[in-house]
Antibody, heavy 119, light 113 residues
């Protein structure tokens, strides 16, 4: 059974940093493109970014609102995806989901972790 | 970026009746080399993460009931629930994954009339 479990969310002040983790199991993590998607309270879904497999260059892409502030990385030896967030803004407040996916949509999602940016 | 526009924002349908959600993309999401539309539909129930229903615009994900169907090509797509069940109350999103960044529609809330 595929499982994605996010952790690391919490309350952080504007300008602060936070690192989210997503522990994966039940599939070959190293073969999966991995994504982060967020959802502000009461709002819709917003793609944050993704990281390709090492076989597909291992590079990352980001949405414009987070580019140069967020960094996605992966540790295939630990089956874990990361989202390093810095220079956080109040508008980054959201539930952050990790999700697998590439050519057939985002197939598996975690339950999400809440990040609240507030003074 | 490709803009995805869903309509309506919400709809109320009687149990057993048909529900239709529309999704329009600002440019074509049809990849000519394989003739596939890079369009997915998701269902999100309250307090839960989204769930993939449809990919390639019309391919049903494993385990998804056949009352859910997707249609369309190019820039215009629909998700149809042929006979609405109580458990289908949710918000539905379309998403294009033709180009980066992948973008979502604003969502359509489906309720029971």
């Amino acid at each position: 059974e595929v499982q994605l479990v996010e952790s690391g969310g919490g309350l952080v002040k504007p300008g602060g940093s936070l690192r989210l983790s997503c522990a994966a199991s039940g599939f070959t993590f190293s073969n999966a493109w991995m994504n982060w998607v967020r959802q502000a309270p009461g709002k819709g879904l917003e793609w944050v970014g993704r990281i390709k497999t090492k076989a597909d260059t291992g590079t990352s892409d980001y949405a414009a609102p987070v580019k140069d502030r967020f960094t996605i990385s992966r540790d295939d030896s630990k089956n874990t995806l990361y989202l390093q967030m810095s220079s956080l803004k109040t508008e980054d407040t959201a539930v952050y989901y990790c999700a697998t996916g590439a050519a057939t949509g985002l197939g598996y999602w975690g339950q999400g972790t809440l990040v609240t940016v507030s003074s | 970026d490709i803009v995805m526009t869903q309509s309506p924002d919400s709809l109320a349908v009687s149990l057993g009746e048909r529900a239709t959600i529309n999704c329009k993309s600002s440019q074509s999401v049809l990849y000519s080399s394989n003739n596939r539309n890079y369009l997915a539909w998701y269902q999100q129930k309250p307090g839960q993460p989204p769930k993939l229903l449809i990919y390639w615009a019309s391919a049903r994900e494993s385990g998804v009931p056949d009352r859910f169907s997707g249609n369309g090509s190019g820039t215009d797509f629909t998700l149809t629930i042929s006979s609405l069940q109580a458990e289908d109350v949710a918000v539905y999103y379309c998403q294009q994954y033709y180009s980066t960044p992948p973008t979502f529609g604003g969502g359509t809330k489906v309720e029971i009339k």
